[in-house]
Protein backbone atom coordinates (compact mmCIF):
# COMPACT_ATOMS: atom_id res chain seq x y z
CA UNK A 1 0.00 0.00 0.00
CA UNK A 2 1.12 3.47 -0.64
CA UNK A 3 0.15 7.23 0.80
CA UNK A 4 0.83 10.21 -1.35
CA UNK A 5 0.06 13.26 0.86
CA UNK A 6 -0.35 16.75 -1.04
CA UNK A 7 -2.57 19.67 -0.18
CA UNK A 8 0.04 21.82 1.70
CA UNK A 9 1.07 25.33 1.43
CA UNK A 10 0.62 29.01 2.89
CA UNK A 11 -2.22 30.41 4.78
CA UNK A 12 -3.09 33.10 6.55
CA UNK A 13 -3.81 32.82 10.30
CA UNK A 14 -7.86 32.10 10.47
CA UNK A 15 -7.65 30.40 6.75
CA UNK A 16 -8.83 27.11 5.25
CA UNK A 17 -6.58 24.36 3.81
CA UNK A 18 -7.63 20.97 2.67
CA UNK A 19 -5.46 18.14 2.21
CA UNK A 20 -5.60 14.74 0.43
CA UNK A 21 -4.38 11.31 1.18
CA UNK A 22 -4.22 9.07 -1.91
CA UNK A 23 -4.29 4.94 -1.21
CA UNK A 24 -2.69 2.99 -3.69
CA UNK A 25 -2.45 -0.46 -3.82
CA UNK A 26 -5.29 -1.49 -1.50
CA UNK A 27 -8.78 -0.93 -1.36
CA UNK A 28 -9.52 2.01 1.06
CA UNK A 29 -12.42 0.95 2.59
CA UNK A 30 -10.10 -1.55 3.99
CA UNK A 31 -8.41 0.72 5.50
CA UNK A 32 -7.97 3.15 9.03
CA UNK A 33 -6.40 6.47 7.73
CA UNK A 34 -4.82 8.68 10.24
CA UNK A 35 -3.29 12.10 9.90
CA UNK A 36 -0.03 13.04 11.76
CA UNK A 37 1.61 16.01 12.19
CA UNK A 38 5.12 17.21 13.61
CA UNK A 39 5.78 20.89 13.84
CA UNK A 40 9.38 22.45 14.06
CA UNK A 41 11.63 21.00 16.86
CA UNK A 42 8.47 18.61 18.06
CA UNK A 43 7.52 15.16 18.14
CA UNK A 44 4.99 13.56 15.53
CA UNK A 45 1.50 13.98 16.98
CA UNK A 46 -2.20 12.52 16.26
CA UNK A 47 -4.62 14.83 14.38
CA UNK A 48 -7.54 12.83 12.69
CA UNK A 49 -8.45 9.38 11.48
CA UNK A 50 -11.30 7.41 9.85
CA UNK A 51 -11.86 4.13 10.84
CA UNK A 52 -11.89 1.39 8.19
CA UNK A 53 -15.59 -0.12 7.19
CA UNK A 54 -17.50 1.48 9.74
CA UNK A 55 -15.98 4.86 9.30
CA UNK A 56 -15.61 6.01 12.61
CA UNK A 57 -13.77 9.01 13.48
CA UNK A 58 -11.45 10.44 15.91
CA UNK A 59 -9.68 13.50 16.21
CA UNK A 60 -6.92 15.37 18.79
CA UNK A 61 -7.86 17.56 21.29
CA UNK A 62 -5.69 20.56 19.64
CA UNK A 63 -7.85 20.37 16.20
CA UNK A 64 -11.31 19.45 17.48
CA UNK A 65 -14.32 21.41 15.95
CA UNK A 66 -11.72 22.84 13.68
CA UNK A 67 -10.10 20.09 11.41
CA UNK A 68 -12.95 17.46 9.70
CA UNK A 69 -11.71 14.35 8.57
CA UNK A 70 -13.68 12.36 5.91
CA UNK A 71 -12.94 9.43 3.05
CA UNK A 72 -14.14 8.89 -0.66
CA UNK A 73 -13.80 5.17 -0.81
CA UNK A 74 -14.39 5.54 -4.70
CA UNK A 75 -11.78 7.81 -5.27
CA UNK A 76 -9.68 6.10 -2.81
CA UNK A 77 -8.76 9.04 -1.39
CA UNK A 78 -9.17 10.89 2.72
CA UNK A 79 -8.97 14.23 3.19
CA UNK A 80 -8.39 16.65 6.06
CA UNK A 81 -10.33 20.19 6.18
CA UNK A 82 -8.55 22.28 8.13
CA UNK A 83 -10.29 26.02 9.06
CA UNK A 84 -9.62 28.70 11.68
CA UNK A 85 -6.26 27.64 11.01
CA UNK A 86 -3.43 29.10 13.65
CA UNK A 87 0.13 29.60 13.35
CA UNK A 88 0.55 26.95 15.93
CA UNK A 89 -0.52 23.96 13.22
CA UNK A 90 2.24 24.93 11.05
CA UNK A 91 3.94 21.46 10.64
CA UNK A 92 4.67 18.67 8.12
CA UNK A 93 1.60 16.57 7.65
CA UNK A 94 1.55 12.61 7.64
CA UNK A 95 -1.01 10.12 6.63
CA UNK A 96 -1.05 6.38 7.59
CA UNK A 97 -3.23 3.52 6.94
CA UNK A 98 -3.46 0.25 8.23
CA UNK A 99 -5.71 -2.88 7.52
CA UNK A 100 -5.77 -3.79 11.58
CA UNK A 101 -7.21 -1.56 13.87
CA UNK A 102 -9.32 -1.31 16.67
CA UNK A 103 -10.71 1.81 17.75
CA UNK A 104 -8.67 2.22 20.91
CA UNK A 105 -5.36 2.42 18.63
CA UNK A 106 -6.47 5.23 15.96
CA UNK A 107 -4.09 8.07 17.56
CA UNK A 108 -1.07 5.37 18.03
CA UNK A 109 1.75 5.82 15.98
CA UNK A 110 2.63 2.37 16.15
CA UNK A 111 -0.60 0.83 15.27
CA UNK A 112 -0.20 2.14 11.37
CA UNK A 113 1.62 0.07 9.38
CA UNK A 114 1.85 2.49 5.65
CA UNK A 115 2.90 6.19 5.86
CA UNK A 116 2.77 8.59 3.64
CA UNK A 117 5.69 11.53 2.80
CA UNK A 118 4.29 14.27 4.56
CA UNK A 119 3.42 17.56 2.49
CA UNK A 120 4.14 20.73 4.32
CA UNK A 121 1.57 23.29 6.09
CA UNK A 122 2.55 26.32 6.81
CA UNK A 123 0.28 29.33 8.93
CA UNK A 124 1.39 32.84 9.13
CA UNK A 125 0.41 35.20 11.91
Known amino acids: VQLQASGGGLVQAGGSLRLSCEVS????????VGWFRQGPGMDRNFVAA????????SYGDSVKGRFTISRDNARNTVYLEMSSLRPEDTAVYYC???????????????????WGQGTLVTVSS
Open 25 to 32: GGTLRRYT
Open 50 to 57: TKQFGGER
Open 96 to 114: AASSTMISSDMASEAAYAY
